[in-house]
C-alpha cells in the first residue's frame, strides 16, 4: 500500500535556526499537506499543496510540492520555541473513497531557548 | 466561529463500560472521519463518513462503531471497553470536493 516516509525522525535545534524536513512517497500525490501536532491536541492544518513545484509559505513556514510529485518538504526560519511539536506530511488517496489520508511517520521537533 | 468539537477531552474508565466519545462540527462539511493515535504515533483512520446515514470502515481495525444521524454529529461507540482500546481518538471533518482535512482536539481515552 501506499505510504508517507518522513525524515528525519527527530530534530534537536537551537532557538534561531533554520529548520528542514522532507516527506517521500513511492506513489504519486496530487496533493500534500503540511500538519503541526501538540501534544495532546490534534493536529493542525499548516500549509497545503495542490501544484507540482508550488511554493508555499505561511509566515516562517514554507513548503514545496517535489516536481516529481512524490515528496515535500518544509522548511522553518528562525525556530522559536512555539514551534516545538510533531510535524505530519499528510496526502489524500483514492483507493475507493476520495479525501481519506495517509499520514506520514512524523518528525518531532524539539527547540532548545 | 466555525470549529470541531469533541468531548470528553479525557476519559478514564473500567473494563467493561460503553462508552460513547463525541464530535461535532460547525463548518457544515459533509465528510467526517475517526482516527486513532497513540502518543508520537501516526494517525490511523477507523471510520469515515461522507454524509447522513453513511459510515464506512476505515483501514485500521476497530471494534468501536459509530453513527451519522445530522451533518453536523458523528459521535463513536464502544459497546465494551477494553485496555487495548487505551489512545488518543481524534475526530476530523472536510469539504466533499478538497483534500484538507481539520481536527478536533481529541480525547485521550484510558481503559483500565
Known amino acids: 500500500g501506499q505510504q508517507l516516509n518522513q525524515s528525519p525522525q527527530s530534530m534537536f535545534i537551537q532557538e534561531g535556526e533554520d529548520v528542514s524536513m522532507n516527506c517521500t512517497s513511492s506513489?504519486?500525490?496530487?496533493?500534500w499537506l503540511w500538519y503541526k501536532q501538540d501534544p495532546g491536541e490534534g493536529p493542525v492544518l499548516l500549509i497545503a499543496l495542490y501544484k507540482a513545484g508550488e511554493l508555499t509559505s505561511n509566515g516562517r513556514l514554507t513548503a514545496q510540492f517535489g516536481i516529481t510529485r512524490k515528496d515535500s518538504f518544509l522548511n522553518i526560519s528562525a525556530s522559536i520555541p512555539s514551534d516545538v511539536g510533531i510535524y505530519f506530511c499528510a496526502g489524500p488517496y483514492y483507493g475507493g473513497a476520495t479525501n481519506k489520508l495517509i499520514f506520514g511517520t512524523g518528525t518531532l521537533l524539539a527547540v532548545q531557548p | 466561529e466555525a470549529d470541531i468539537y469533541q468531548t470528553p477531552r479525557y476519559l478514564v474508565i473500567g473494563t467493561g463500560k460503553k462508552i460513547t466519545l463525541e464530535c461535532s462540527q460547525t463548518m457544515g462539511h459533509d465528510k467526517m472521519y475517526w482516527y486513532q493515535q497513540d502518543p508520537g504515533m501516526e494517525l490511523h483512520l477507523i471510520h469515515y463518513s461522507y454524509g447522513v446515514n453513511s459510515t464506512e470502515k476505515g483501514d485500521l481495525s476497530s471494534e468501536s462503531t459509530v453513527s451519522r444521524i445530522r451533518t453536523e454529529h458523528f459521535p463513536l461507540t464502544l459497546e465494551s471497553a477494553r485496555p487495548s482500546h487505551t489512545s488518543q481518538y481524534l475526530c476530523a471533518s472536510s469539504e466533499a470536493s478538497k483534500g484538507e482535512q481539520y481536527f478536533g482536539p481529541g480525547t485521550r481515552l484510558t481503559v483500565t
Open positions: 506513489s504519486i500525490f496530487n496533493t
